[in-house]
């Protein structure tokens, strides 16, 4: 997987290693090789130069996972993977700065794979239906509709042992602090609904580059909560830049969380999904002319 690594520090190429931290290839990178430690991570601002590194590096490299490149036009993609936010409909936004929107929604075209993200546990016929007629599509678009699934809560700290699980820190009846640093924490804030109704929140800029400021705004708000059980969670995302805080007094660690997400396709669609990619890099194979290239 190839990413520009938005905010970190460095300039160069770099290929994630196990202590590889934020600030030398940024949060999401961070995240993505924690969570897949098998799989080679790699960030550079030029990316023509980072597939050249990749497989300068990895001779048996099979597939280059372009990270947020759908606008990049150096490199032209074999298939292009384009999401679109369910609470945010791409015929509905704008351009920027009036919306969120880099480039004409009709590019839209140019995505092999359309995957509708964050949709309602139970999507209901009737807004399926409305999408697919709203997107319009063309035959050789395939369309996917997924939901956030979210795991149990794991600490931030790795060296603590917080003595509590998940099941008693909902029958605690918990205050619970939310600190967030994405860009849009609403459906984070219904699941932790399902732990307790009392929330309070810090809410902070998607990619946020935490300093020792923000984390004293953060214990001092928690500071203040007057629960008997109180707990700090957060994001996966948003972990991988607290961590960094070691000094935190280890009874606050202790009660840290950071909740891990994952994706769940809707209509059983995963194996279609899955079959669709392994059956393009089967059918595109690319080893022997990229090497032939090279030479």
């Known amino acids: 997987m190839l990413s520009r690594g938005y905010k970190r520090r460095t300039r160069h190429f770099i290929l994630a290693g196990p202590d590889s931290g934020v600030q030398d290839i940024g949060d999401e990178p961070v995240q993505i090789k924690q969570k897949f430690p098998d799989i080679h991570v790699a960030v550079d601002r030029k990316r023509v130069n980072g597939v050249e590194q990749l497989m300068a590096k990895i001779p048996d490299l099979d597939v280059v996972l372009l990270d947020d490149a759908y606008q990049h036009r150096r490199i032209k993609p074999g298939l292009s993977i384009l999401l679109i936010d369910f609470n945010r409909p791409i015929t509905k936004d704008r351009?920027?700065?009036?919306?969120?929107?880099?480039e004409k929604a009709y590019e839209k075209r140019r995505g092999n794979i359309i995957l509708v993200t964050k949709c309602p546990d139970r999507l209901k016929p009737i807004e399926r239906q409305m999408i697919v007629k709203d997107?319009?599509?063309?035959?050789?678009?395939?369309?996917y509709f997924?939901?956030?699934?979210?795991?149990?809560?794991?600490p931030v700290f790795t060296d603590v042992k917080p003595g509590?699980?998940?099941s008693e820190i909902k029958a605690s009846g918990p205050d619970i602090l939310m600190v967030t640093g994405i860009a849009n924490p609403r459906?984070?804030?219904?699941?932790?609904?399902?732990f307790s109704t009392r929330i309070r929140e810090v809410i902070f800029p998607d990619h946020h580059v935490f300093s020792q400021r923000d984390i004293n705004h953060i214990l001092q708000v928690y500071n203040t909560m007057e629960g008997k059980e109180r707990f700090i969670f957060t994001t996966e995302k948003d972990a991988t830049r607290l961590r960094k805080f070691a000094n935190i007094d280890v009874e606050i660690k202790n009660r840290m969380f950071y909740i891990p997400i994952e994706t769940k396709f809707l209509n059983e669609d995963t194996e279609n999904f899955n079959n669709q990619i392994l059956r393009y890099v089967k059918n595109n194979k690319r080893d022997s002319i990229l090497r032939k290239k090279q030479s």
């Open 95 to 102: 351009l920027l700065p009036a919306g969120r929107l880099r």
């Open 187 to 194: 459906t984070f804030r219904r699941h932790l609904r399902s």
């Open 135 to 143: 997107l319009s599509l063309y035959a050789f678009q395939h369309l």
């Open 164 to 166: 509590i699980s998940p």
């Open 146 to 154: 997924t939901r956030l699934g979210y795991r149990e809560p794991v």
